[in-house]
C-alpha cells in the first residue's frame, strides 16, 4: 500500500501526537525516512518504512524490545502499524557519538569506554530465541557485493575465488553465532543519554538487521568506522578494555576481529558503491579512502597472506581515477 499523507495522518490520529508538528530527520542509507514530532515540549519519531521498498518494521520491533526488556536504551515504541511500517517510536535526541566527539575530542575516549562497556554486558545477556545467524558462507557471499559494484566485475557477478577463500578461513571460528550482533554498531548510531545509569547510558539505533555473530563482530564496527577516524591508539585501549571485561583470550580474539574487519570492509565497499553507481548517492564515495586503510591494514595480519594476495589482485585502490568510475 503507497504512503499518503492521509495514511500518515490516520496512523498518527490514533495517538497522542495528532496534529504535533513533524520536522524531517537525517535518513540513512535505507529507504526508511524519519520525522520529528514535537507538541508542549515533548518529542516522539515517526519512522517510514515503505513496506513496497523491501523494508518491513517488524525485526526493528522484536529487537527494540529485547533490548529494552534486558535494561538497554533502545527506543521505547509508542505506536505500530507494522503492515503499513509505520512506526511511533521514542526520542532519544541529537547526542550522537560522532557529533559530540567531533566538537569535543576530549570526550571521545569516555564516550567509546561507554561504548564498549555495553557491549561487554550485551554479550553476557541471552539473545533472543530463533534469531538468524551468521554463518561462513553467509558473511563470505555478502562480499561479492565488493567485486560487483566496487571492482566493476558487474550484476550477478563476483570472484568465486574470494568468496571460497574468505569462507575457508571464516570457517574455523570458533564462536562465529554466540551473542546478539547489532551489525551497525558505530558513532553515528549510538546517542549519549548521561542521566541514565550503566549500558544504558549509550542509546541505541539501527538495529534492526541485528544476527546472532561473532563478539568482535560490532566491536569492530565501532572501533574501525566507515565514517570517521578515531584518535591516535583509542581503537587499541579499546580492544584491550573489552577483553579485561569479558576475560576474553586476546589472540584468537584478534584474529577473529581481522578476518571481520576483512569481511565488514569489502562488504561495506560494495555497498558504497552500489549507492553512488545505482542510487545515485555519491557522498558516500568519501569514506572509501577509510574503509580501504581497515581493509589493507587487517590483511596485513600475519596467516591471511593467501587472502590478502587474492584481494590486493581483484580489488583496484580506491585512487582519483576509479573513485571517479564508480560516480
Given amino acids: 500500500m503507497p504512503f499518503s499523507a ?73 505506536a505500530e502499524d507494522p503492515a503499513l511500517g509505520l512506526l511511533l517510536i521514542e526520542d532519544l535526541g541529537d547526542d550522537l557519538f560522532a557529533r559530540l ?28 530465541e530463533g534469531l538468524a545467524a551468521m554463518t561462513p558462507r553467509g558473511l563470505a557471499e555478502a562480499t561479492d557485493l565488493a567485486g560487483i559494484w566496487y571492482a566493476g566485475l558487474g550484476e550477478g557477478t563476483a570472484d568465486p575465488d574470494t568468496t571460497l577463500r574468505l569462507e575457508d578461513a571464516l570457517t574455523d571460528l570458533p564462536g562465529l553465532a554466540s551473542v546478539l550482533v547489532l551489525r551497525d554498531f558505530h558513532a553515528e548510531n549510538l546517542l549519549w543519554l548521561p542521566a541514565r ?18 563478539p568482535a563482530y560490532d566491536l569492530i564496527s565501532l572501533l574501525a568506522d566507515a565514517r570517521r577516524d578515531l584518535s591516535h591508539g583509542l581503537a587499541e585501549a579499546m580492544t584491550r578494555r ?23 570492509n569489502l562488504r561495506i565497499l560494495g555497498i558504497f558503491a552500489r549507492l553512488s553507481l545505482r542510487d545515485g ?41 576509479h573513485l571517479a568510475r564508480l560516480r
Avoid at 296 to 315: Q, S
Fill in 242 to 264: 573489552y577483553l579485561d571485561l569479558t576475560g576474553t583470550d586476546a589472540a584468537p580474539f584478534t584474529r577473529a576481529a581481522a578476518l571481520l574487519t576483512v569481511q565488514r
Fill in 6 to 78: 492521509a495514511a500518515i495522518d490516520a496512523f498518527l490520529a490514533g495517538t497522542a501526537w495528532a496534529g504535533a508538528a513533524r520536522t524531517p530527520l537525517a535518513g540513512d542509507a535505507s529507504a526508511r525516512r524519519y520525522e520529528r514530532l514535537s507538541q508542549g515540549g515533548a518529542s516522539a519519531v515517526l519512522m517510514i518504512a515503505p513496506p513496497e521498498t523491501g523494508e518491513d518494521v517488524r525485526p526493528f520491533l522484536r529487537i527494540a524490545r529485547h533490548l529494552s526488556s534486558a535494561g538497554f536504551s533502545a527506543p521505547a515504541i509508542l
Fill in 197 to 214: 545509569q550503566g549500558p544504558a547510558r549509550v542509546g541505541l539505533l539501527d538495529f534492526q538487521d541485528a544476527l546472532l555473530g561473532h
Fill in 101 to 128: 566527539a567531533a566538537a569535543d575530542p576530549k570526550v571521545e575516549a569516555r564516550l567509546y569506554e561507554a561504548a564498549v562497556e555495553l557491549l561487554a554486558s550485551l554479550h553476557r545477556t541471552a539473545p533472543p
Fill in 281 to 321: 548517492k555519491p557522498g558516500y564515495l568519501a569514506h572509501v579512502p577509510r574503509v580501504w586503510r581497515h581493509l589493507t591494514r587487517a590483511l596485513d595480519r600475519p596467516g591471511l597472506e593467501p587472502l590478502a594476495t587474492r584481494i590486493r589482485a581483484t580489488m583496484p585502490e580506491p585512487g582519483p581515477a
